[in-house]
């Protein structure tokens, strides 16, 4: 059983930016694809950026690409997400997970799934 934490989310002005972690309990963090997704109230969960077991391939839903960032630290077994120039469409919960090899943008890829973590973007 693998754990995730989210960290680092929280209201901010559009425009603004911040930063969210998660780290994880993985024993070999560097073969799991990892994700970060968001869920509006309504709205199913999205499939917003992956990043590679080794960190060096990236892809992100076109609604965040230019202005959110997917980085990974083997080290210390954590994701991260950079978000800036954020809007208020950007208002979720964002969860982080994590898929044992396989890179997809869909959600039954991954099998663990962190609690989320709320983002607020207020205009």
């Known amino acids: 059983q693998v754990q995730l934490v989210e960290s680092g989310g929280g209201t901010v002005q559009a425009g603004g930016s911040l930063s969210l972690s998660c780290t994880t309990s993985?024993?070999?963090?560097?073969?799991?694809?990892m994700g970060w997704f968001r869920q509006a109230p309504g709205k199913e969960r999205e499939f917003i950026a992956r990043?590679?077991?080794?960190?060096?391939?990236?892809y992100y839903a076109d609604s965040v690409k230019g202005r959110f960032t997917i980085s990974r630290d083997n080290a210390k077994s954590t994701v991260y997400l950079q978000m800036n120039s954020l809007k208020p469409a950007d208002t979720a919960v964002y969860y982080c997970?994590?898929?044992?090899?396989?890179?997809?943008?869909?959600?039954?890829?991954?099998?663990?799934w962190g609690q989320g973590t709320q983002v607020t973007v207020s205009s």
């Open positions: 997970a994590a898929s044992y090899g396989v890179s997809s943008q869909n959600t039954r890829a991954y099998r663990y």
């Open positions: 993985a024993r070999t963090f560097s073969m799991y694809v």
């Open positions: 990043i590679s077991g080794g960190g060096s391939n990236t």
